[in-house]
């Protein structure tokens, strides 16, 4: 019997529309860098080649407390190529005590039990030497 | 108030077919062709062209360039609109901004796609880092998101997307046009019944991706004249608003450009919502449509399930919805989705829609949607008033 060809989960491409492997390499210790506006005291999410709130250039990376809150999510029975190995999966939109939203997978937890509001925890999911992706869970 | 200086004087559209293996400039010939015969407007009158990007083109950057070159056609004018669904009628209203200054007198506005046949073109950005690793399904995941927000904050009744999903049904069953695949009756219980893609959205609430093109032609009123054109309509209110709310990091996701762009349109064509007597929204998900209701004015918010459970939403009813099927029923043919349900409007102010037609109507009120932006809704809303 021939094995259908699998595409593999897809791993991050950093530094291509962005320089972000500060990013990256922050998340290998397990830190959660944003950009900061250092013109209006505001992070952003993600990384962008100027503030959204000023126009301006003049940003800087600092690490996230890894607190927040659920604002919505979604499970995922019919999976995106190269995710089939995870189904069920759920992805969420969490809102970070720094006043961003940031798309990731919520782990350690049941869908049918989420509830809007929910404190939520950054954790990390190691995809391979390189990368960690940062990931939430119930706090 | 409204001007009624510009306006469309022909349709074209081809059936919406699955993996139809048909190029975009071929499916987009056969809407020219229609435009031509059914207008009787010689060829040479069109000095203004007007293409929407593509899934399956797109990888070309001179894209519009070669779809005039396939048509035979010399234009003095040339667009091409990236704005996805949003992009047909947005289409419309650069035409008309270009008739109006003077650089030509007649465009075909144009979308064509074969997206179910050629693999479409990668969106790149940000997508591979902080979107692919999680394995969001596309748009299905992003509304699957924004349906589950919605039903935090307002609650939602599945019985509501139910009433949708059937009416739309039944006006695909009523067009020639529509996918073959889709021409099955379904009830409200098959719509609840129907599987999970990414909960809560179901397959029911969704597009098929397609192939097809449509298209429509566009004037001057006093060039209409001059070539003789019996039938025409209006575009008498237009409004439209790209990256709503994107100089904000936290923004109510339920809340959408369909709030400034819906007033906006209106207020140009001095019309209410409680005026507008044929409704041909974007679909691309049930939702959207609800969530459209509410933020043009039609009802407040968080009323929109009532309001479709209230409402006569077929072709016979108070408020007819998308009488073609919409692209949920009838296909969506790729990015040219966009032009479906515009397409629709105008074949039914020209009293052309057959068994499925509306009687009396004299406006239709047609919106665009596109492109799926990072942890928001969509990109660009867009909205336009066609009068008879």
Redesign the interface.
């Known amino acids: 019997m021939s094995e259908a060809k699998k595409i593999p ?6 530094d ?3 320089k ?1 492997r500060p990013f990256w390499e922050a998340a290998k210790q397990h830190k959660l860098m944003l950009q900061f506006c250092k013109d209006t005291n ?6 962008r080649p100027v503030s ?2 000023s126009g301006k250039r003049n940003l800087e990376w600092r690490e996230a407390s890894g607190k927040g809150t659920l ?10 190529p ?2 089939e190995d ?1 189904v069920p ?1 759920i ?3 969490v ?1 970070l005590e720094e ?7 919520l782990v350690n937890c049941e ?1 049918s039990k989420l509830q ?1 509001g929910l404190p939520v925890r950054l954790s990390w999911e190691r ?1 391979s030497e390189e ?1 960690n ?1 940062p990931v939430f869970e119930p706090a | 108030m409204a001007k009624r200086d510009i306006a469309i004087v022909g349709y074209g559209e081809t059936k919406v077919e699955l993996r139809s293996g048909r190029s975009s400039y071929d499916l987009g010939g056969e809407v020219f062709e229609q435009i031509l015969n059914s207008t009787g407007v010689a060829k040479s009158e069109i000095d203004g062209i007007c293409v929407s990007e593509t899934m399956s083109e797109t990888s070309n950057p001179f894209w519009p360039v070669y779809m005039a070159e396939m048509l035979g056609l010399a234009p003095t004018w040339t667009q091409v609109n990236g704005l996805g669904g949003a992009s047909t009628i947005a289409g419309i209203s650069r035409a008309a901004s270009a008739i109006r200054d003077g650089q030509c007198n007649t465009v075909l506005v144009l979308a064509s796609d074969a997206q179910s046949s050629y693999p479409p073109t990668e969106q ?3 997508r ?11 748009p ?2 992003v509304f ?6 919605y039903r ?1 904050q307002y609650g939602l009744k599945d019985e509501a997307l139910a009433k949708l999903a059937v009416t739309q049904r039944n006006h695909a069953l009523m067009n020639p046009n529509a996918c073959a695949k889709l021409k099955t009756p379904i009830t409200e219980q098959d719509y609840l019944k129907s ?7 179901r397959m029911l609430d969704s597009v098929m991706v397609c192939d097809g093109a449509n298209g429509v032609l566009v004037t001057s009123t006093e060039n209409a004249k001059r070539l003789g054109l019996k039938k025409a309509v209006y575009p008498t209110g237009y409004g439209e608003i790209t990256n709503f709310n ?5 923004s109510d ?1 339920t809340e959408t450009g369909f709030s400034v762009a819906g007033p906006k349109a209106l207020k140009q064509a001095g019309l209410t919502p409680k005026d507008i007597q044929l409704f041909t929204p974007y679909d691309d998900f049930l939702i959207a449509i609800l969530i459209q209701l509410e933020q043009i004015g039609f009802c407040g918010r968080g009323e929109g399930s009532d309001f479709i459970l209230r409402t006569d939403m077929t072709y016979k009813g108070t408020l007819p919805l998308n009488t073609s099927g919409g692209q949920i029923s009838a296909g969506q043919p790729g990015l040219a989705g966009g032009g479906l349900n515009l397409v629709e409007a105008v074949r039914q102010l020209f009293g052309e829609a057959g068994e499925r037609q509306v009687a009396d109507v004299k406006n239709a009120m047609a919106t665009g949607i596109g492109v799926i932006p ?2 928001r809704n969509w990109g660009v809303s867009n909205v336009m008033i066609l009068e008879s």
Request: net charge positive; hydrophobic share 40%.
């Open positions: 989960r897809p791993l991050p491409r950093p291509i529309y962005m972000t505001q992070y952003q999410w993600f990384p959204i709130y604002y919505t999510w979604t499970n995922t029975l019919v999976p995106w190269g995710h995870r999966y992805c969420a939109l809102d006043e961003v939203r940031i798309l990731v997978n869908a809007g995809l990368f992706v | 790149g950005a940000q591979w880092e902080f979107q692919y690793p999680t394995g969001l399904r596309g299905v995941g699957g998101l924004l349906s589950q927000r935090l599987k999970y893609v990414s909960e809560p959205l994107g100089d904000k990091a936290l996701i990072y942890a």
